[in-house]
């Protein structure tokens, strides 16, 4: 499983393009859920998928950003059809500063808390041109990150239960067969409301979930840190000249410019049972085949008792 993975890029590059080779037509239809049918026989049957509500996903993940490692502790929490939360400790190795970041979805609402932070520091996150946002700047990107974040379930659902988020209906059809030197995948597209497009490959042998791929515009993030408090790191400058240099360089660097749209990848690995379904405990992410970022799984809960205000903005 592990030996194939590292090859699915091949395999993606193999399979470019036969999806619309193949149409939508009933018979692509028929044969993608044949083949997920395969797949959710294997990771524990239709049956058991069909009974869960919720799960919790805990583990420490590893991230690269700007050639700087940031590590920590990563949960997620779903509730079907939904409810949606991402949470995660950051620690600046080296910088002797850790915050935490809270992001989710409680049914049409949206909230983040992200201003959790220790050792004294200021961090400062800045995207697009370094202007000013106004509060039709600010709506649009709260909008903007709520699609993500349903999004962003509906492709962990997929991935994992190999079924349609419930409210997230899903169309399939088989794109392919990708072939390389060590196995072959079984290709899936999935579309769906808000944009959603993914391909999800099946190994062959195993069936189980090699990747799922999606296009997207390259993650792109400036930061700037600063220690001590206002006045401490980074010669005594204070935020607002600190801000100002960021802008700049912002300007500089031609962050304006529209982002490139690249292939976004998931890899899975390392199977084990949990809560009687066969789960990954290894996620690997990136764009274009690199890997930026690793997920090393500790526990899952199927079907957790939350709080009943687990969801609801802070």
Partial sequence: ???????????????????????????????????????????????????VRGLSIKGKYRRVIQERELSGEREFDLLLPDKYMRTESVVMQGMGMSMTNTRAINGSEFWADGGRGRAGGTMMIMRGDGKEPTL???????????????????????????????GFPLEFTYAGE?????????????????????????????????MLSYRAPKPRVFTMMQQGGPRGGH???????????????????????????????????????SGGLLLPHRIASGPDGETTEEWEIKTYSVNPQFKADKFQKR
């Fill in 136 to 166: 039709e700047d600010l709506a649009r990107a709260e909008q903007e990150q709520a699609r993500q974040m349903r999004v962003e379930l509906a492709r962990y659902v997929l991935a994992l239960l190999l079924t349609p988020s419930p």
């Fill in 178 to 210: 990708a072939t390389a030197d060590d196995g072959s995948a079984d290709v899936i597209d999935a579309a769906g409301p808000e944009g959603f497009a993914a391909r999800l490959f099946l190994d062959k042998r195993t069936h189980l979930p090699l």
């Fill in 235 to 273: 010669g005594g400058k204070s935020q607002e000249e600190l801000v100002k240099e960021a802008r700049e360089k912002l300007k500089e660097q031609g962050e304006a410019a529209k982002p490139e749209e690249v292939e976004m990848q998931i890899r899975f690995s390392e199977y084990r049972e």
């Fill in 1 to 51: 499983m592990q030996r194939l993975s590292r090859t699915i890029l091949v395999l993606a590059l193999v399979v470019a393009g036969a999806g619309a080779a193949t149409g939508r037509d009933n018979a692509s239809a028929a044969r993608a859920e044949e083949v997920l049918k395969q797949a959710r026989a294997a990771i524990g049957g239709e049956a058991k998928i069909g009974g």
